[in-house]
């Protein structure tokens, strides 16, 4: 997996903000190993884990497609979303491809690692585990919620996410990357559907903590209605120390580039806004800042690729091998 010199970074989510990053880090090193989270229960996905009992293939083929290699046309058919009435409608192929390898092999595992090789991923793609779990969450209001839409679009503040059963076994691939990455990267993506799942796995945030990479936590940079309304930079992170303990980032990357009038007013609708921060309770936390124009703005407020995976490899600092 690329030369000895290139280095080696591990990236941790789900959801499109994982791919996001992944499409940016590959045109830096090809020593990537991309974590990712295995909850979801909406869409297409959900139904391949209600109907098949396999783990949701979603989120991991958003990022095989990020990492691939493959001609344009290869990567549009794992993309493609089927149309119509019939029980296909709804459906993407690239789930539906996984899920089959998963039957052929009997192992979602090497299911997986099929899948990439005929993409032709550039570095590796795991789940964060091989466990059927469930994510939970406790809202400020004393209520438990059960499954990843429900904690998603949650109405009430949530207090804590959990997965049911808890401490899922981890991937000793994902374990081994971690200990040995020069950059571990945490988002971007939903903090608590998205980021905060991986970090839930047994031994996981312990081995992020005990890891010398650096370690980097790229903010989002809106707020999403219900699940995290109204935060904070500072809040996010205190999140993230709250269920994963204080050692798993040393940076934040927050962006500094104004959102649009017209964009604001279309997200104000939703009841979402920019993330801000406060520089100095940051610092406070014992977290270096990263200010930057990192957001991309088209039809949505999102991270731009390039810009993300730039700042983030400014940090890393290869380790002699």
Not at 127 to 138: F, V
Not at 181 to 196: Q, R
Not at 207 to 221: F, G, L, R, T
Not at 269 to 281: H, I
């Amino acid at each position: 997996m690329g030369n000895v010199m290139e280095p080696r970074v591990v990236a941790l989510g789900g959801g499109t903000g994982l791919s996001t990053l992944l499409r940016g880090l590959k045109r830096h090193t090809t020593s990537i190993t991309a974590i990712v989270t295995v909850t979801d229960d909406g869409g297409s996905s959900g139904r391949i884990r209600a109907e098949m009992g396999v783990l949701p293939p979603g989120d991991i083929r958003n990022c095989l497609v990020a990492l691939a290699d493959a001609e344009p046309l290869m990567k549009e058919l794992f993309d493609y979303r089927f149309n119509g009435e019939g029980p296909l409608a709804g459906h993407n192929f690239g789930n539906l491809f996984i899920a089959a390898m998963s039957e052929i092999m009997g192992d979602f595992e090497l299911a997986v690692k099929e899948s990439s090789r005929v993409l032709l991923v550039r570095g590796e793609v795991l789940p964060a585990t091989l466990d059927d779990c469930t994510l939970g969450a406790l809202l400020i209001d004393g209520r438990e919620v059960l499954g990843e839409t429900s904690v998603g679009g949650s109405t009430s503040r949530i207090d804590r996410v959990f997965l049911r059963p808890p401490c899922p076994r981890p991937l000793p691939e994902a374990l081994r990357a971690i200990a040995e990455a020069d950059a571990i990267v945490l988002g971007p993506g939903s903090l608590y559907t998205s980021i905060m799942p991986n970090l839930l796995v047994d031994g996981v945030a312990d081995a992020i903590a005990a890891s010398e990479a650096v370690k980097i936590y790229v903010c989002n940079v809106m707020t999403e209605p219900g699940e995290t309304q109204g935060y904070t930079a500072q809040d996010h992170l205190a999140a993230i120390f709250r269920h994963a303990g204080p050692d798993v980032v040393d940076w934040i990357i927050v962006n500094d580039a104004p959102i649009s009038d017209g964009m604001m007013r279309k997200y104000s609708y939703e009841g979402a806004e920019p993330v801000r921060w406060d520089r100095e309770v940051l610092e406070s936390m014992g977290i270096r800042v990263v200010e930057s124009a990192v957001a991309s703005q088209t039809e949505l407020v999102r991270h731009d690729p390039g810009a993300i995976a730039r700042e983030a490899m400014a940090l890393v600092v290869p380790r002699k091998r």
